[in-house]
């Protein structure tokens, strides 16, 4: 957990100016806050780093998806390509966006691909929903060239990525719009934050009405806005995004530690016979956030698991079984449940989400263990962590 890694005096400091003024709320009073606007200061780093020409910071990453979804345009019906390997909250936001979600398999990327996209189109397919997983950006020029041949709209959930680039340009700006996470567990932290993404200044617009009950933030007085849109509460407050703002300072100088880290791991295991690690297209544009190691198969990746933990080796993740992230856990989107009646469930879904036939993911999920990199690790705690991840995987592999 990166972010939290480095909880210090700058937050602190940025925490103490909001609470000095009294003004938690992002927008107005003008005459009282003494020029401290921290989710104006946090949006102009986001763009800043990654070189996105509008950035809007709202609640979390979740409602940063939901507003790239409706920013895209993406509501009532329309069929989007997600992976079945994500944080539940991309196919949540498709559901509550009133769209249908279609999944497709993801490849050694741990993310789609462009046959795995091609192969789950329909005529009814509107957009593709990507998600850059574990902290390294999915295969781009063939899903962008599947795309444009195709006329889908590209959204990025770019939740578990922001620090991660694809041949010099970073994640989030490859599609129309793009969403960043910046919740207690991401490489920049905002206890609960998330920042929208875009090129598109007239989408920008949607997403900042969008994300605050449709006001146009026209005029200095927020009571006469105009509502151009229906929008609902994403809103940041001052106190998250101050200390979003100080993580953002921090993102290049953790993003530096993490990679140096993984690296020292990655070279004390890379002789194992059997062992093979996640494929990263763009390996300079990795954020380092984990070590992603492939087994030879599901059996061998749970018995490394056991052996990984009785190690006490920190940050292990067998994704295979966790509840949050991969299908096989998700009953309740299986079975469609809800706590009231969703676009899916008068216009059906458009698979028997019950009886998917992913061999694909399924395949690479079961073998893939990922390591989070600690960015605070000190040289001897690196090297000790890294010989007890192999002597570990050794006992296994043999």
Same mark, same amino acid.
């Given at each position: 957990?990166? +972010?939290?890694?480095?909880?210090?005096?700058?937050?602190?400091?940025?925490?103490?100016?909001?609470?000095?003024?009294?003004?938690?709320?992002?927008?107005?009073?003008?005459?009282?806050?003494?020029?401290?606007?921290?989710?104006?200061?946090?949006?102009?780093?986001?763009?800043?780093?990654?070189?996105?020409? =509008?950035?809007?910071?709202?609640?979390?990453?979740?409602?940063?998806?939901?507003?790239?979804?409706?920013?895209? *345009?993406?509501?009532?019906?329309?069929?989007?390509?997600?992976?079945?390997?994500?944080?539940?909250?991309?196919?949540?936001?498709?559901?509550?966006?009133?769209?249908?979600?279609?999944?497709?398999?993801?490849?050694?990327?741990?993310?789609?691909?462009?046959?795995?996209? /091609?192969?789950?189109?329909?005529?009814?397919?509107?957009?593709?929903?990507?998600?850059?997983?574990?902290?390294?950006?999915?295969?781009?020029?063939?899903?962008?060239?599947?795309?444009?041949?195709?006329?889908?709209?590209?959204?990025?959930?770019?939740?578990?990525?922001? *620090?991660?680039?694809? =041949?010099?340009?970073?994640? +989030?700006?490859?599609?129309?719009?793009?969403?960043?996470?910046?919740?207690?567990?991401? %490489?920049?932290?905002? *206890?609960?934050?998330?920042?929208?993404?875009?090129?598109?200044?007239?989408?920008?617009?949607?997403?900042?009405?969008?994300?605050?009950? $449709?006001?146009?933030?026209?005029?200095?007085?927020?009571?006469?806005?105009?509502?151009?849109?229906? $929008?609902?509460?994403?809103?940041?407050?001052?106190?998250?995004?101050?200390?979003?703002?100080?993580?953002?300072?921090?993102?290049?100088?953790?993003?530096?530690?993490?990679?140096?880290?993984?690296?020292?791991?990655?070279?004390?295991?890379?002789?194992?016979?059997?062992?093979?690690?996640?494929?990263?297209?763009?390996?300079? $544009?990795?954020? *380092?956030?984990?070590?992603?190691?492939?087994?030879?198969?599901?059996?061998?990746?749970?018995?490394?698991?056991?052996?990984?933990?009785?190690?006490?080796?920190?940050?292990?993740?067998?994704?295979?079984?966790?509840?949050? =992230?991969?299908?096989?856990?998700?009953?309740?989107?299986?079975?469609?449940?809800?706590?009231?009646?969703?676009?899916?469930?008068?216009?059906?879904?458009?698979?028997?989400?019950?009886?998917?036939?992913?061999?694909?993911?399924?395949?690479?999920?079961?073998?893939?263990?990922?390591? $989070? %990199?600690?960015?605070?690790? /000190?040289?001897?705690?690196?090297?000790?962590?890294?010989?007890?991840?192999?002597?570990?995987?050794?006992?296994?592999?043999?």
């Amino acid at each position: 957990m990166p +972010g939290t890694e480095l909880f210090g005096e700058d937050e602190r400091r940025e925490v103490m100016e909001v609470l000095e003024t009294g003004i938690l709320f992002r927008y107005g009073h003008d005459e009282l806050r003494r020029d401290r606007w921290k989710a104006r200061e946090m949006e102009a780093c986001v763009r800043d780093y990654t070189g996105a020409p =509008h950035a809007l910071a709202v609640s979390s990453g979740s409602t940063a998806v939901a507003c790239a979804l409706a920013a895209a *345009g993406i509501g009532h019906g329309d069929e989007v390509i997600v992976p079945p390997f994500t944080y539940l909250a991309t196919i949540e936001a498709v559901l509550l966006a009133g769209g249908l979600p279609v999944f497709a398999e993801i490849d050694d990327t741990l993310c789609l691909d462009a046959s795995g996209i /091609e192969a789950a189109l329909t005529p009814d397919t509107k957009a593709v929903l990507l998600v850059h997983m574990c902290g390294a950006a999915a295969d781009m020029d063939p899903i962008l060239e599947l795309c444009r041949e195709r006329d889908l709209v590209l959204i990025e959930d770019a939740g578990q990525a922001l *620090g991660a680039w694809y =041949h010099g340009r970073s994640v +989030g700006l490859f599609g129309v719009t793009g969403a960043f996470s910046f919740d207690f567990f991401k %490489i920049t932290t905002a *206890g609960e934050g998330g920042v929208f993404v875009t090129s598109d200044e007239a989408r920008y617009r949607l997403a900042d009405s969008y994300a605050d009950h $449709g006001h146009d933030h026209v005029g200095s007085n927020r009571g006469m806005e105009n509502h151009p849109i229906i $929008g609902f509460n994403y809103r940041i407050s001052e106190l998250h995004a101050a200390i979003g703002l100080a993580q953002m300072r921090r993102l290049e100088a953790v993003r530096s530690a993490n990679r140096s880290n993984k690296a020292v791991l990655r070279d004390r295991i890379s002789d194992l016979s059997g062992l093979s690690f996640r494929r990263i297209p763009d390996p300079d $544009g990795d954020s *380092g956030t984990f070590l992603d190691l492939l087994l030879p198969d599901r059996p061998t990746a749970e018995l490394a698991v056991e052996s990984l933990r009785a190690a006490d080796v920190p940050g292990i993740n067998y994704w295979f079984t966790n509840m949050y =992230h991969f299908i096989n856990q998700w009953d309740h989107v299986k079975n469609l449940d809800s706590a009231a009646p969703l676009a899916i469930h008068s216009l059906g879904a458009p698979q028997d989400y019950r009886a998917l036939e992913l061999p694909r993911s399924q395949d690479v999920v079961g073998r893939l263990i990922s390591i $989070g %990199i600690g960015c605070s690790w /000190e040289t001897g705690r690196t090297e000790r962590i890294a010989d007890d991840l192999r002597a570990a995987l050794a006992r296994v592999l043999g």
